[in-house]
């Protein structure tokens, strides 16, 4: 191949990928970018903790603290509480929508409820399930999916704390 068909080559790969470049940023910027950490706000408890963004996780989790369950109707229910850095609790009831199954190669395999959450991030709120678990030995009590960002955010990890969580509750 000769030098000039190999800088046609390279003319070319380039052009192609500074046009799928364009094209991610023109996306991209339809819709706001958030940290890797965030704060999020609890609706109607109002209690507002810091959350890690997770693309990796689809399900977002919550640190759910004395978990009660207990029947209301003839539905399952749960009782928990979850406290945020601050100290500030609040103590949450809500129907169980579904039970998960986590399996783990270095421990036992345990079930999670999962529960309808309204959550309240980058200014924009959203009712999504959540599972309940004991995150106590993790540096963030809310790990927020990508199921609640998808279509909405994008998230990027050079940035922590971009938005506030003030959203009216619909």
């Known amino acids: 191949m000769t030098w000039m068909a190999r800088i046609r080559r390279i003319g070319v790969s380039f052009a192609f990928g500074a046009a799928g470049l364009l094209a991610a940023t023109a996306y991209g910027a339809e819709k706001p970018q958030l940290g890797w950490i965030e704060l999020v706000r609890f609706l109607p408890e109002n209690l507002i ?3 890690k963004l997770d693309t990796g996780a689809d399900t977002s ?5 004395d978990l009660t369950e207990f029947e209301r109707g003839g539905r399952p229910w749960v009782r928990f509480s979850v406290s945020n850095h601050k100290g500030d609790t609040a103590v949450f009831e809500r129907p ?3 039970v998960v199954r986590i399996k783990r190669s ?3 395999t345990t079930t999670r409820p999962v529960v309808m959450l309204a959550i309240c991030l980058g200014g924009q709120f959203r009712e999504e399930p959540v599972t309940l678990t004991d995150r106590s030995h993790l540096s963030y009590r809310v790990l927020i999916g990508r199921s609640v960002m ?6 990027n990890p050079a940035l922590k ?3 506030r969580p003030d ?4």
Do not use: I, Q
């Open 150 to 155: 998808a279509g909405r955010f994008l998230e």
């Open 49 to 51: 903790v810091t959350a």
């Open 106 to 108: 270095e421990t036992k």
């Open 167 to 170: 959203c009216l509750a619909r």
């Open 96 to 98: 169980v929508v579904r």
């Open 161 to 163: 704390f971009t938005t």
């Open 61 to 65: 989790s919550l640190d759910a603290r």
